[in-house]
């Protein structure tokens, strides 16, 4: 598969003498994922004690880059969780900031998109080339360009780490696609296109069909989950210890065991995931697609995690229990859900890291 990645990691400041060097991996999931993924950051710091925001990298795709940003922006996991339940942050960077969850990117549903193929250059290449690109890409590069915007995205981001590009020895990486080539770009890195965070940000979170891609010197960009819907494989090479991997899109395949350092998601995970599919049986047409594609999200993760342990990374796994599914619904982007989807994850995270330390 062709990927632009780094061959030379930014310089990341060193930690403390014996502590490992840790990586965050924040997967995209619509508004319901970024709710279970502030759950699940929290049952993190309170298990490992540690700050997330404090990993030597943070790397975000579609609404884990928005979370990534205000991680790398300040915020705690703790105050991310209480504006998310509404509730008033009277310290840190999110202290008086006024957005709206429920309503920032347009509601549960999409505005009609405009008529025509988005990338018809990525098709052409898809085509010609298939084994080349995740299945995702291919589809992505027919869809149509959306409506919806991500102002209200872009001006959180910069209000919170300003209008600049990424700042010096900050640890925020942002994975998106670009629409004409179709390789994966990871924003933050040494020879990836010069963007200022919010754009990088904007780029990552670009729901082919959902909304219009968005241009970064000169290039158009779609969401990173386009590729991947965590991109775990780029933490390769960047001289990490152990990598916690947020995946709101896939599915928990060891529910009633504790997360091993291992792994987090185990040995035999293939026999896991055939458990799940049998335990699973969603109703109606948009839940067994999402159940499908769920399935197919943690395939990939689990290759990704196989391919950092046979480097020597600790990777921890954390994704959505059946529970956890029952309570998200099939439309990752309802917003009458998103308070349950927090209480949810942080019950089922904390019990999933129980003993991890």
Known sequence: MTTRVSETRAASPRPAEGAPRRGLVLGGGGMLGAAWTVGALC????????????????????AGAILGAMLAGGVRADQL????RGLPVTTGPLAGVDFDYDTAVGGALPPRPRAG?????????????PREYPLLTMVSAVAPHGRGSLTAVGDLVRGLLGADGFPDGSPLRVA??????GHRV?????????????????????????????RVDGSAYVDG??????????????????????????????????TRSSGGAGRGTLAGLREWRARDRPRGVLAQLVGR????????LLREAGMLRESGVRVHLLAPTLADLAV?????MDPARRGAVLESALQSSRAALDGVR
Request: glycine share 12%; proline share 8%.
């Open 225 to 258: 989950g386009c590729w991947s819907a965590t991109n775990a494989d780029l933490m390769l090479g960047r001289g990490l210890d152990e990598v916690y991997v947020l995946a709101p899109m896939g599915l928990r395949l060891n529910p009633g065991g504790r």
């Open 117 to 129: 193929i988005g990338s018809p250059g990525l098709l052409r290449a898809a085509v010609r080339h």
């Open 81 to 84: 969780r209480d504006h998310q």
């Open 293 to 300: 594609y769920r399935r197919a999200v943690t395939r990939q």
């Open 176 to 181: 998106a696609v670009d629409y004409h080539g």
């Open 43 to 62: 049952a993190v710091e309170e298990a490992v004690g540690w700050q997330p925001g404090d990993a030597d990298v943070v790397l975000g795709t579609s």
């Open 328 to 332: 998200m619904g099939p439309n990752m």
């Open 186 to 214: 990871v924003f933050g890195d040494p020879d990836a296109p010069p963007a200022a965070v919010a754009e990088a940000v904007m780029a990552s979170c670009s729901i082919p069909g959902w909304f219009a891609p968005v």
